[in-house]
């Protein structure tokens, strides 16, 4: 079958002169613009870069008098002016855009998309003054002067319908509501949305130019725009060029392909699989690009990253072919310490870090040359975190590049910007996360090859943030996750493939609330508990097993269906009982107080009081609304531990069922 041909192919080189100099006005470069049909592409550079005169090139402006020759859905064809552009579906919504003052949005659609321009407006105009009349008779009048429903009208419910979709993405917008205002009515929202509706309604869209257009637009408004505007996009098979300056908004768009504007001349930057998520705290680095290693082995020249480099593997790793490939083959610049350490909870340990900051400090010569330099951490959850606090305490933050090797580390360790130690408490109670910081990384390296050797109960026990996620945000990615877990051998392409998934909910999570203070309390769902049996077992209970007990407590106190779910499948999968789990149900209720009131978070315990996050059905934190508060609910304790000792008797009985 031959390849679709695309949507739009343009090799482009405009000059104009200025006295006796030819000054370059945009060149498409040694690789031409291909944009395939349906895909999202993004396009960057700096101010005067040549990014809107490329768009303009391509919508028949030119600065020049030739006309513009590509190929649009491969056909050759020679665009001389706008009307030219329009007829062959090709769309530009421009940075600086304006709409006329005085009349409304409808209005103008109907202006712009009218057939017979102003003789629309007219009739339109006249049917609502008729209408005014008494007894009907301005109907009948309208009807013998011939001003029936037409096909403009037809436009405005276009318009209407699409209105209609960008509300479905934020229910507290009413974006269907500016066809009736005037533009000095309108947000910074409701104003991008209008602007883009005006373009959408073209009958026959091939390609839509958007640029610069959220300049102004609250960053907890734009994104929804975004993910309205994409949908449609991808469902029509319209292809997309987005101009932006804003990092966040070029992540926003996951888009299929990259471009830079550089000195007037087009290039192609690479593409990776998921293209970035947001890192989880503005600050040094607000967005946080993720490579895939087996496609993309130069990610260290896109980042621009040479080291020199501190190099912290995880000892079973560290002569696995996939570290050695990473560490010998793409990482760039020369490795002046490394270091292989065993992973687990007992690494982050004050002393643990206390002694390799003076084993590096000891090592002058190594030290003094890391000033600038970066560390690449290799490992699951625990070397993360432990490798990611030296990384930021060390000469105030190095750039930090993560290759996550666990499924939890990649569904949840990785995003999200923190990194921790643990601390004995007076008690002598493990106070896990005692001491952190938040440090953004620069980079996020993926490779699926690790969890191939991964052991299966790791690969299972991994899962437990993916079902997390799944029942907030994604029913059919809980569902897959299940499986997984259940599967005593679970493929280790699949579990790659949920991770990832997992790792995009969380960052689209964090990037509306990365302080957790509101719709950021998803992450914490089931972790009280989890948090609590892990403190009571000393540590010995694994992160992902206390996890899966965290949900069924949040669960059965939400009083969800998903509860005898996700226990069934706990209890023929045998994850929950092994490992100090049982052993932590036999302690007594005053135990177990302790280690909940141990908990910092104020957004888990306070005055005496748990909190927890009702869910009602799978997936039904979708999307963020303004009633996200509303489902967190309180108990005090004493109405509590009724409901938690039910859960214990329930995973203590399993043995017996399984048998």
């Excluded at 490579?291 to 020249?301: L, Q, S, T």
């Excluded at 939890?408 to 910081?437: C, R």
Aim: aromatic residues 8%; charged residues 25%; neutral net charge.
């Amino acid at each position: 079958m031959s390849e679709e041909a695309p949507a739009l192919f343009a090799d482009l080189s405009i000059s104009r002169t200025e006295g006796r100099k030819e000054l370059k006005v945009v060149d498409t470069g040694d690789q031409p613009l291909r944009l395939r049909v349906g895909y999202i592409y993004t396009l960057q550079g700096a101010n005067g870069a040549g990014k809107s005169s490329l768009i303009r090139a391509l919508m028949g402006v030119p600065e020049g008098d030739d006309p513009v020759r590509m190929r649009v859905g491969g056909m050759e064809v020679a665009v001389k002016d706008v009307a030219d552009a329009l007829s062959h579906g090709l769309v530009a919504v421009f940075q600086d855009d304006e709409l006329i003052p005085t009349m409304t949005v409808r209005e103008q659609l109907l202006l712009r998309h009218a057939g017979k321009g102003f003789r629309t407006l007219f009739r339109n105009w006249s049917r609502r003054l008729l209408r005014r009349l008494p007894d009907n008779r301005g109907n009948d009048i309208a009807e013998k002067l011939g001003l029936e429903r037409s096909v403009e009208e037809q436009v405005l419910e276009r318009a209407k319908r699409m209105l209609e979709q960008f509300d479905a993405f934020d229910p507290n917008a009413h974006y269907v509501d500016v066809l009736e205002k005037y533009p000095r009515q309108l947000s910074g929202g409701e104003f991008a949305v209008a602007r883009i509706v005006l373009s959408q309604v073209y009958e026959r869209v091939r390609v839509m130019f958007l640029d610069e257009i959220f300049s102004g637009v609250y960053r907890d408004v734009w994104p929804r725009i975004v993910d309205a505007f994409r949908k449609w996009a991808i469902e029509n098979r319209v292809s997309v060029l987005v101009v932006s300056h804003s990092d966040a908004e070029l992540v926003r768009w996951r888009p299929n392909g990259r471009f830079e504007m550089k000195d007037r001349t087009l290039r192609r930057l690479p593409p990776v699989q998921y293209e970035a998520v947001y890192a989880g705290l503005p600050a040094r680095h607000s967005t946080c690009a993720v490579f895939d290693a087996r496609k993309h082995e130069k990610w260290c020249d896109e980042m621009d990253l040479h080291g020199p480099w501190i190099v912290l593997v995880d000892q079973v790793l560290a002569q696995t072919p996939s570290f050695k490939r990473i560490r010998n083959q793409q990482l760039r610049g020369e490795v002046v310490f490394e270091l292989s350490l065993a992973g687990g909870e007992t690494l982050k340990s004050l002393d643990s870090a206390a002694a390799m900051l003076s084993n590096l400090a000891e090592n002058g010569e190594a030290s003094r040359s890391l000033r600038g330099g970066a560390v690449l951490i290799v490992g699951g959850g625990t070397l993360l975190n432990f490798g990611g606090f030296i990384a930021n305490v060390l000469y105030r933050g190095l750039t930090t590049v993560l290759v996550p090797t666990t499924v939890m580390a990649i569904a949840d360790v990785a995003i999200g910007s923190k990194t921790s130690l643990n601390l004995l408490t007076l008690e002598g109670m493990p106070f896990k996360h005692a001491l952190g910081t938040y440090h953004n990384p620069a980079a996020i390296v993926l490779d699926n090859r690790f969890l191939q050797e991964l052991p299966s109960e790791q690969r299972r026990l991994g899962l437990s943030e993916c079902l997390k996620h799944g029942l907030l945000q994604d029913p059919g990615l809980f569902k897959q996750a299940l499986a997984l877990m259940v599967d005593q051998e679970p493929s280790w392409e699949r579990c790659y493939d949920v991770a990832c998934q997992t790792m995009e909910l969380k960052a689209e999570v964090l990037s509306l609330d990365p302080w957790e203070a509101s719709y950021g309390r998803l992450l914490l769902f089931g972790h009280l508990h989890a948090h609590s049996l892990e403190r009571l077992s000393g540590l010995t209970v694994p992160h992902g097993r206390a996890v899966i007990f965290g949900l069924l407590v949040d669960l059965h106190l939400s009083g969800c269906d998903a509860y005898a779910e996700l226990r069934d499948a706990s209890v023929r999968s045998r994850v929950l009982i092994q490992n100090g789990l049982l052993s932590a149900a036999q302690r007594s209720e005053a135990d177990w107080r302790s280690a909940y009131f141990a908990d910092p978070k104020e957004q888990h315990i306070k005055d005496e009081e748990i909190h927890y996050l009702a869910l009602e059905k799978s997936g039904q934190f979708r999307e963020p609304t303004a009633q996200f508060n509303q489902s967190v609910r309180k108990l005090p304790w004493s109405q509590f531990w009724p409901q938690l000792r039910f859960v214990l008797n329930d995973i203590q009985s399993a043995p017996t069922r399984d048998r």
